[in-house]
């Protein structure tokens, strides 16, 4: 028999997957040629010799930044080149200071934040100073701002992650076509490039600018589809585990435990966004109790340098954790041996266990290594991490449902 609360929390589930595939629809439907236009933008900075210089000041922000940051220096897609990216959080003092100190004129200054936060718009507005191409995602003050519809902040978030992932995927294009571009990479040999099984069109349109924009343009509408795809696969076929695993951290968080948020590279973003989320939530959510096991530089280069980098988890595992602590994964490929290790010492203390995983689960799937584990069903790497932002912030809303409260 179903419970009423299962009822309750499974509808809750499939109207966040509604606002979350319309959110997608209209924002890339209007917004996809100004971003091929971005990425042409971009592409020709980073030709000019520019960086990639990412800043934020809200918890949230600052995995964005460090997201964006990460795939740019570490291209996770063959034949893609590293770019040369930076972070600036929180961490580092006032922003306007940091972006003052380190911005040049060819940069690209990407801003993650809102109208609402002074040292944001103050930032953004000493990088449009010293000439850089500046982007924002609310009216503060960039060149290029783009306002994912709707009040919601995890969808919004979701789809910022998106448009950030396809600008450094078809960036590229550009560098590959080359004769588009001013700067030292124009002066470079005319050919498709690495991307010519992709974008096979691209051969013959060598000075065709508008051609390539609305051949990016279709291709970011393709990418659009793919994640709404993907969104509904992971959440859906996903649902029940959703829905136990909601449960599962809503006694541990009850019960007066702590996650324990990890995952490596663009899954540590992830785990600094859930240890956000957790700590501070949107209204009117109280605070939850989370450690991001990715946070702390000194303790991940001691482990990893004097153990090895397969225990910088577990380690901390065994330092922080005990029940009723959860641990919650994230991994694209399911297989990552330092994810396994915390996963194992965790499940060894009794504490919970939760892991989102990429391609086809990975070992983590095959051998049931989390209580509860999300498979999202993709090879590519950018989109699972998207869906997986998804998965986490559904994930997130469900462990306040009141509907976990009703007895079935």
Same mark, same amino acid.
């Given at each position: ?149 709707g009040a919601d902040p995890f969808v919004h978030q979701e789809l910022v ?33 690495a991307s010519s099984f992709l974008y096979p069109f691209l ?44 449960? $599962? !951290? ?5 019960? %007066?435990?702590?996650?324990? /948020? #990890?995952?490596?590279? @663009?899954?540590?973003?992830? *785990? ?69 290790? $915390? !996963? ?5 203390? %009794?504490?919970?266990?939760? /892991? #989102?995983?990429?391609? @086809?689960?990975?070992?983590? *799937? ?43």
């Amino acid at each position: 028999m179903i419970s009423s609360a299962s009822i309750g929390a499974r509808g809750r589930l499939e109207d966040l997957l509604d606002a979350r595939t319309e959110a997608n629809r209209r924002f890339f439907g209007v917004e996809a040629d100004r971003v091929a236009r971005l990425c042409h933008r971009v592409a020709e900075r980073f030709a000019r010799g520019g960086r990639l210089i990412a800043f934020g000041s809200a918890p949230a922000a600052r995995s964005d930044v460090r997201h964006v940051a990460v795939e740019f220096v570490h291209p996770v897609i063959v034949g893609k080149r590293a770019l040369p990216a930076i972070g600036l959080g929180a961490e580092g003092g006032p922003l306007g200071r940091q972006v003052a100190l380190v911005v040049e004129p060819d940069d690209i200054a990407i801003a993650f934040g809102g109208p609402d936060d002074p040292e944001l718009v103050q930032a953004i507005a000493t990088a449009r100073t010293r000439g850089c191409l500046t982007v924002g995602f609310a009216r503060a003050g960039a060149e290029w701002e783009f306002e994912p519809p709707g009040a919601d902040p995890f969808v919004h978030q979701e789809l910022v992650e998106t448009l950030y992932h396809v600008v450094w995927e078809l960036v590229h294009v550009f560098f590959d076509h080359r004769g588009l571009l001013t700067g030292r990479a124009s002066r470079a040999v005319h050919d498709a490039g690495a991307s010519s099984f992709l974008y096979p069109f691209l051969g013959e349109q060598e000075h065709d600018l508008p051609a390539v924009v609305a051949d990016v343009r279709r291709s970011i509408l393709l990418k659009a589809d793919e994640i709404a795809a993907l969104r509904v696969q992971t959440l859906t076929e996903n649902r029940d585990v959703l829905l136990s695993a909601a449960g $599962a !951290l809503r006694r541990s968080l009850d019960g %007066g435990g702590q996650v324990l /948020a #990890l995952g490596n590279g @663009g899954s540590a973003t992830d *785990a600094m966004d859930a240890a956000a989320d957790l700590r501070f939530p949107p209204d009117p959510w109280a605070s939850r109790r989370a450690l991001d096991l990715t946070e702390d530089p000194a303790i991940l280069t001691a482990v990893a340098n004097d153990v090895g980098i397969d225990a910088i988890f577990a380690r901390q595992v065994i330092a922080y954790g005990r029940p009723p602590d959860a641990v919650l994964a994230f991994s694209t490929s399911g297989n990552s041996r330092n994810v396994i290790q $915390a !996963l194992t010492e965790a499940r060894s203390r %009794g504490m919970a266990t939760v /892991a #989102l995983v990429g391609y @086809g689960g990975g070992q983590i *799937a095959e051998h049931r290594m989390a209580d509860h584990v999300v498979v999202t069903r993709s090879e590519h790497v950018p989109r699972i991490q998207e869906a997986q932002a998804s998965a986490w912030h559904v994930l997130r809303e469900l462990v306040e449902d009141p509907a976990l409260d009703r007895p079935g």
